[in-house]
């Protein structure tokens, strides 16, 4: 049987990805994190922090039958401040450990995005394909690819990146969850009586975006994991349509029962700064789970996504070429993962 490792499992994607596993059960699971996971058997997970080399040393004999890595663990500092040095660290740490101890590795695959095109930085050539020019940027995906592939010359494991585009999904304590973000946000301005101004400005109201869907994302990495076409190859991941928020805002803000606004310049970091005691109050009435409201939602992340104004496409032709074809209606799967927010008690 494939025993999967997944490394950051208690993250938006590692979540969602073990539930994927548990689901399918074709898998023995090992998970991983340095915290635990209250819905996952604890006796199949591994509290580590990678940055602690001699921890991951002696966590080899746990690590012998492991077959496939799913590497989702990811460093991030506050203010949403993602560093080269210690993600690079993290992944070889754990990596070093595995090559010598795990007998039956046949692949690791690493969960990257499209800042590997840059597309956080300004305008970039659209459709992004694989096989575009890294921009002259700092960004840890490089390092990470750069030593996986050095590591695999010669061994007979593999390895594959996945570079989704906004993962849309149902989270809590991740920093980059823009639903849950959108969410809170809605619930926030619905209380005090206000409109779902959109925060930011005409241009990213208006700009082309693609996002990726947790669910279509968890079977694009078991397949690419497991198709021997897939090995030593990079994926771009993503929904496959296109949406502006200016179409789906008013949605979502039906879905709040509450009136849409306009592009707005706020920061929801500065605005949402004093809201601690209204999403309280939010979930006393509205008897949700009691997530704190530093766990509802990153307002950094949320920020720096919505001053993106410029396009946002990638070409998923590759996947579709070598035998990954699902595709979902974003706007679709945007509004239902709202109506799971709501039903599991996350948010109004
Ligand atoms: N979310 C998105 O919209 C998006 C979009 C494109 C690409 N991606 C990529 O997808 C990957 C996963 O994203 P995500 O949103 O699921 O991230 P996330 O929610 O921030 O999860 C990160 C995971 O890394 C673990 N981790 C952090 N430091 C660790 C350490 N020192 N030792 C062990 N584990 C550690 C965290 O667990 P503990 O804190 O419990 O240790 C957590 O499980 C990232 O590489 C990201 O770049 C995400």
Known sequence: MRHALVVGASGLLGTNFVRHLQRTRDWRLTTLSRRPVAEFEPA???????????????????????????????????????????????LRNLIDVLASSAQDLAHVQLMHGCKWYGVHLGPFRTPARETDPRPASENFYYGQHDYLAAKQAGQRWSWSTLRPHFIDGVGVGSPSNLVGAIGTYAAV???????????????AFNALLMHTH??????????????????????????GDYFRWRDVWPKIAAHFAMPAGQPSALKLEQCMADKRPVWNSIVERHELKPVPFEMA?????????FRLDWEQAVSVVKAHQYGFSQMMD??????ALLAQYREQKLLP
Request: net charge negative; hydrophobic share 50%.
């Open 44 to 90: 199949t997970h591994m509290a580590l922090d990678l940055l602690d080399q001699a921890a991951c040393e002696s966590c080899a004999p746990r690590l012998s039958s492991i077959t496939h890595v799913f590497f989702l663990a990811r460093v991030v500092d506050s203010g949403y401040r993602i560093a080269v040095d210690p993600n690079l660290a993290v």
């Open 189 to 203: 301005q619905r209380e005090l009586g206000q409109p779902l101004h959109f925060p930011g400005n005409e241009a």
């Open 330 to 335: 974003s706007e679709q799967a945007l509004l």
């Open 297 to 305: 939602a990153d307002w950094a992340f949320a920020d720096s996504v």
């Open 214 to 239: 947790v669910d279509l994302l968890a079977n694009a990495m078991e397949w690419a994991a497991t198709e021997p076409r897939c090995a030593n190859q990079d994926f771009n991941v993503a929904n």
